[in-house]
């Protein structure tokens, strides 16, 4: 494990201003160092949808050499969040009584029948918050009404989202539960790497996820399946500097775990966020659309924070999901396929008419795609 020095990107001097990390002189000189590195065909996938806009947004793919393939990665939480609890939140929202909270994204997923959009055009009170922290607040002020909090997400929204039901525990607010449907990286990484079809050499880790949790989960990974594993950031720069790390080891068959991003993740992590999570949460199975049962790959609440499950506290029925059968984003998000080599693409399923949460979701990659250019 290292932290990758700037004098290791291809003669890049330190960067001070956010500005620099969107040089495009800066970037090209990293992208010409990769050209002189790379002698074979590789696969790098980055985790994280907003690593997917950025290469799209900035045109970073169409700037490579045609033997780094980039491919695009799980990390998107409105796009794994599996159809039946979507489902089983419109059921929730649906009931009289509830206020429904979600971030804005979540609100346009598709179910199997019907969306948030149409609950709240039939009555039901679903609205947009920005933090958890909020939905808590809204529970405060409506005493007589079941206040429902959608928790999706990766590592990233898991703190914020643990603090809320500590929050609420500590009002003593019984009128609060939240929708728990969290989802960790590193048991994804395994589900992508140990499965026969996978076409992944390398992947860029996702900064802001790494930001919280640091990454010693990730050495184990790296090891048992020969692949890199580089921590990048955002910005073009950080971007390119990932691939030309990740491409270095590949180039030299070494299988290491390499922070190019260093600026805003330590090996460790933030441990009080951590701690916080591991408070609240407790790991589970759980189901990720388009990928299916990954062992281990989720939080759900302990059993002293039980009384905020929503899952307890609302009883909905069996809920049988459906699936639209001319998406393909599950092999979108496991690097099989890319957006348009799906029929549907820009034609049946655009951002406005969306067929799946790929395409709806501000991180997904086929939304990316269809703003930034269907190449
Ligand atoms: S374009 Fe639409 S239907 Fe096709 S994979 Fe993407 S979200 Fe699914």
């Known amino acids: ?12 001097t330190a960067t001070k201003y956010i500005s620099e990390y969107r040089d495009a002189g800066l970037v090209k000189g990293v992208i010409a160092e990769i050209r002189r590195t790379v002698t074979r065909p590789w696969v ?13 947004r900035y045109g970073i793919d169409q700037l490579l050499p045609p033997e780094v393939e980039l491919v695009h990665g799980p990390g998107c939480p409105v796009c794994v969040t599996s159809l039946e ?5 419109l059921a929730i929202a649906a009931q009289p009584g509830v206020i429904f909270t979600s971030y804005g994204d979540m609100l346009r997923v598709p179910g199997s029948s019907r969306d948030m959009f ?12 920005y933090s958890p922290l909020d939905a808590v607040k809204i529970a405060q002020q409506n005493p007589d009404q079941q206040v429902v909090f959608f928790a999706i997400g990766f590592e990233t929204t898991a703190p914020p989202n643990a603090m809320s039901v500590v929050q609420a525990q500590a009002l003593g607010l019984s009128n609060y539960s939240t929708l728990v449907s969290h ?16 076409r992944v050499n390398g992947f860029l880790a996702a900064g802001h996820v790494c930001a919280v949790m640091g990454y010693w989960e990730y050495p184990p990974i790296a090891e048992k399946y020969h692949t890199p594993i580089v921590v990048t950031g955002f910005e073009p720069l950080d971007i390119v500097q990932g691939i030309l790390t990740a491409v270095r080891q590949l180039e030299d068959g070494r299988c290491e775990v390499e922070n190019a991003y260093p600026r805003i993740v330590t090996f460790e992590g933030n441990r009080p966020a951590q701690d916080v999570i591991d408070r609240v949460f407790v790991e589970c199975d759980r189901k990720w659309r388009g990928i299916g049962m990954i062992p281990a790959s989720g939080w759900r609440l302990r059993p002293e924070y039980a009384g905020f499950d929503a899952e307890e506290r609302f009883s909905v029925g069996e809920i049988q999901p459906e699936e639209s059968p001319t998406c393909i984003a599950g092999m979108i998000l496991r690097g099989m396929k890319k957006p348009h080599d799906c029929p549907a693409f820009g034609t049946l399923c655009t951002p406005d008419h969306p067929h799946g949460a790929t395409m709806v979701s501000s991180e997904g990659a086929c939304s990316a795609y269809y703003h930034y250019g269907k190449a």
């Not at 790098?44 to 799209?56: D, L, R, S, Y």
């Not at 989802?183 to 996978?198: D, K, Q, Y």
């Open 44 to 56: 790098i996938m980055e985790i994280c949808g907003g690593q997917t806009h950025a290469i799209k």
């Open 183 to 198: 989802v960790r990286v590193p048991p994804a990484m395994h589900a992508i790497l140990s499965s026969p079809e996978n």
């Open 1 to 12: 494990m290292s932290e990758v020095r700037p004098s290791q990107l291809g003669g890049i």
């Open 85 to 89: 609890l979507i489902d089983k939140a």
């Open 118 to 129: 149409s609950i709240r055009a039939a009555g039901g009170d679903v609205r947009v918050v």
